[in-house]
T-cell receptor, first 111, second 110 residues
Framework: EAEVAQSPRYKITEKSQAVAFWCDPI?????LYWYRQILGQGPELLVQ????????DSQLPKDRFSAERLKGVDSTLKIQPAELGDSAMYLC?????????FGPGTRLTVT | KQEVTQIPAALSVPEGENLVLNCSFT??????LQWFRQDPGKGLTSLLL?????REQTSGRLNASLDKSSGRSTLYIAASQPGDSATYLC?????????FGQGTRLTINP
């Protein structure tokens, strides 16, 4: 069964450093999402792509976060510089129509 | 702004019991509602998707209902098992993005 792939699974970084996460959606899924989940809360959307175009990045802290999906397939989410409050699970999801399928996530710890 | 609430935040029941998890949302203008399961430190697994035109969906021991007019959904789990222990999240889709509740942490005691 096809799955959403994410790497790395875990990342520890010091504050002010740069960090990047990678996501490979299910083949054929045109829509890709990045969510952030703080411990004990539900995920919140950071950015949504339709093919290579950004559809919604209203909740993305653009002063430090960036996201790209250059060829409309895999995607990278970057944080620079990382802050202590960025410690969270970063989840990638993809969809072909309505149902969203999530990857295993990247657990980020900023020290 | 759409808000999703799940009550209770945590639930502990003995194995074999049937149980109901609740989800409420403030804006009935949704396209669909999705229930997910999340194991500790893991990603989300989709359990059921209910389109706005549907009233319920079933998969195995799981049954989810949707009442848009009252802004409510329930997830019914029959004959609970220790393997059902996880956090259950509901999410509504006002557009393509999902708006999540905070989840119900379920523990099934052997």
């Amino acid at each position: 069964e096809a799955e959403v792939a994410q790497s790395p699974r875990y990342k520890i970084t010091e504050k002010s450093q740069a960090v990047a996460f990678w996501c490979d959606p299910i083949s054929g899924h045109a829509t890709l999402y990045w969510y952030r989940q703080i411990l004990g809360q539900g995920p919140e959307l950071l950015v949504q792509f339709q093919d290579e175009s950004v559809v919604d990045d209203s909740q993305l802290p653009k002063d430090r976060f960036s996201a790209e999906r250059l060829k409309g397939v895999d995607s990278t989410l970057k944080i620079q510089p990382a802050e202590l409050g960025d410690s969270a699970m970063y989840l990638c999801a993809s969809s072909q129509r309505d149902e969203q399928y999530f990857g295993p996530g990247t657990r980020l710890t900023v020290t | 702004k759409q808000e999703v609430t799940q009550i209770p935040a945590a639930l502990s029941v003995p194995e074999g019991e049937n149980l109901v998890l609740n989800c409420s949302f403030t804006d009935s203008a949704i396209y669909n509602l999705q229930w997910f399961r999340q194991d500790p430190g893991k990603g989300l697994t989709s359990l059921l998707l209910i389109q706005s035109s549907q009233r319920e969906q079933t998969s195995g021991r799981l049954n989810a209902s949707l009442d848009k007019s009252s802004g409510r959904s329930t997830l019914y789990i029959a004959a609970s098992q220790p393997g059902d222990s996880a956090t259950y999240l509901c999410a509504v889709s006002p557009s393509q993005k999902l708006v999540f509740g905070q989840g119900t942490r379920l523990t099934i005691n052997p």
